[in-house]
């Protein structure tokens, strides 16, 4: 659905005139549908390969454990940062009894040595409802930074960037974009949509903050096109990728010279 949206975008970056470059579609990931922790392995297999093919892979689809195989893959410990659009930290140590959900993917990361949580940025959290206390204070422990929707509207886009930019320096990171951390008016095909988020400008005027950062990978997960009837989530999950995408080639750019 995403690619299918992408067909009507342009090529060339409205602000910064980035057009990416040396770009291909290595189509869909292989999983094993009747067993999850193969799929895992599947999937780490094949960000391993690239990685060492020196590709900066920008990912679509899945729910939000997918960063977890794909951060084994692409890393091996070490600094890495990685700032975190979401609604939700992901950060619980269990859900619904299992240890590897799209709710424990960042605390499992963090035990793994894939992130140091000290240059962990998470953007929009908020929810009414939430399963448990312990996923934001777990995190806040670990030394993330946690940004609410409601510190987001007090200190604003800027801050958020100057803040984001702190955060994960210039060591490697990867950008997770759960797309229900945009308001549930602009992503209803999604899983789990969350009111009172941050809009599509929002993200693209943050992202565009973020050009010459040590970006090595990103993804944006939980789009669900069978509830995504008019298709907006896919579009804007396409134009969100685009913006990532010219952040890879700019540290592809860099990495160059």
């Known amino acids: 659905a995403i690619r299918k949206e992408s067909r009507g975008l ?10 990416p ?3 291909v579609d290595l189509g869909d990931v292989p999983v094993y549908p009747r067993n999850f922790d193969k799929s895992l392995d599947i999937i780490t297999e094949c960000f391993r390969n690239l990685s060492e093919k020196g590709v900066l892979p920008l990912v679509l689809g899945g729910d939000h454990t997918i960063p977890l195989p794909i951060l084994r893959g692409l890393l091996r410990g070490g600094n890495v940062g990685m700032v975190q659009f979401d609604a939700h930290s992901d950060t619980n140590d269990e859900f619904r009894g299992m240890k590897i959900t799209h709710g424990t993917t960042f605390r499992r990361a963090v035990e793994e040595g894939l992130i140091d949580p000290k240059r962990v940025i998470q953007i929009g959290l908020r929810g009414g409802p939430r ?9 806040r422990e670990a030394g993330m930074t946690l940004v ?8 604003g886009r800027a801050w958020v960037i100057e803040e984001a930019r ?5 060591a490697p990171t990867y950008i997770s974009f759960d797309i229900d951390g945009l308001d549930a008016i602009y992503c209803p095909g999604t899983g789990c949509p969350e009111p009172g988020g941050f809009s599509m400008r929002d993200a693209m005027v943050i992202l565009r903050g973020l050009l ?8 944006i997960c939980e789009v669900c096109p069978p509830v995504d009837s008019s298709g907006i989530t896919a579009l804007h999950a396409a134009h969100l990728g685009f913006e990532l995408l010219c952040l890879l080639a700019e540290t592809a750019r860099s990495r160059a010279k």
């Open 131 to 139: 399963y448990t206390e312990e996923d934001l204070a777990w995190a």
């Open 166 to 170: 702190r955060v994960v320096g210039n």
């Open 148 to 155: 609410t929707t409601d510190v987001f509207e007090e200190r």
């Open 212 to 219: 010459g950062a040590n970006i090595i990978g990103a993804d």
């Open 21 to 23: 470059a040396r770009v």
């Open 10 to 19: 342009g090529s060339i970056e409205a602000y910064k005139s980035i057009a």
